[in-house]
T-cell receptor
Framework: DAGVIQSPRHEVTEMGQEVTLRCKPI?????LFWYRQTMMRGLELLIYFNNNVPIDDSGMPEDRFSAKMPNASFSTLKIQPSEPRDSAVYFCASRVSGTEQYFGPGTRLTVT | KNQVEQSPQSLIILEGKNCTLQCNYTVSPFSNLRWYKQDTGRGPVSLTIMTFSENTKSNGRYTATLDADTKQSSLHITASQLSDSASYICVVTSSGGSYIPTFGRGTSLIVHP
């Protein structure tokens, strides 16, 4: 298996622009997680899905952030409009119920 | 509030030396504790997992310990190698509700030749 796939790996955008991050989980995994990692705060859970349904989005910082999982093999995290404080590495992870999470390589977002 | 605190924040050692990283948590009820290794530019990878009844778990040169009474864990690295240079993250999962993990901020380890 190729593992969790994320795209793009790097994104540089200007403040106010819309940003869309993409994730393909490992086939057969029924949980998908979106995390944000910064030096100041470490890893933070933003939202997670079970069987494509959002279960807990309490970590989403504000309404500018939204996430979707239209099918079992694809999820997006969208930021609109983006702000410089959104600059971070965004990780997607997936797992089968009751097992460990497998993380993707992350998307490094820079908002100028 | 569930919290995971790690120390030290950063550590520099010479190749071949041993080191111990610490993790204290207040997560309750407790389900399991994992140590992850995160290489620069990559996602975290699980090293060990321990449940309430386990007090030690090894993975090669990595040995994790857990004291569920004091809510402390340690990760001991033996005979360090340059490839051990990474961030080590302690993650505690609660069994209450949806098994959501609480992450520590990590210890950055640098191994010098």
């Amino acid at each position: 298996d190729a593992g969790v796939i994320q795209s793009p790996r790097h994104e540089v955008t200007e403040m106010g622009q819309e940003v869309t991050l993409r994730c393909k989980p490992i086939s057969g995994h029924d949980y998908l997680f979106w995390y944000r990692q910064t030096m100041m705060r470490g890893l933070e859970l933003l939202i997670y899905f079970n069987n494509n349904v959002p279960i807990d989005d309490s970590g989403m910082p504000e309404d500018r952030f939204s996430a979707k999982m239209p099918n079992a093999s694809f999820s997006t995290l969208k930021i609109q409009p983006s702000e410089p404080r959104d600059s971070a590495v965004y990780f997607c992870a997936s797992r089968v119920s009751g097992t460990e999470q497998y993380f993707g390589p992350g998307t490094r977002l820079t908002v100028t | 509030k569930n919290q995971v605190e790690q120390s030290p924040q950063s550590l520099i050692i010479l190749e071949g030396k041993n080191c111990t990283l610490q993790c204290n948590y207040t997560v309750s009820p407790f389900s399991n504790l994992r140590w992850y290794k995160q290489d620069t530019g990559r996602g975290p990878v699980s090293l060990t997992i321990m449940t309430f009844s386990e007090n030690t778990k090894s993975n090669g040169r990595y040995t994790a310990t857990l004291d569920a009474d004091t809510k402390q864990s340690s990760l001991h690295i033996t005979a360090s190698q340059l490839s051990d240079s990474a961030s080590y993250i302690c993650v505690v999962t609660s069994s209450g509700g949806s098994y959501i993990p609480t992450f520590g901020r990590g210890t950055s380890l640098i191994v010098h030749p």
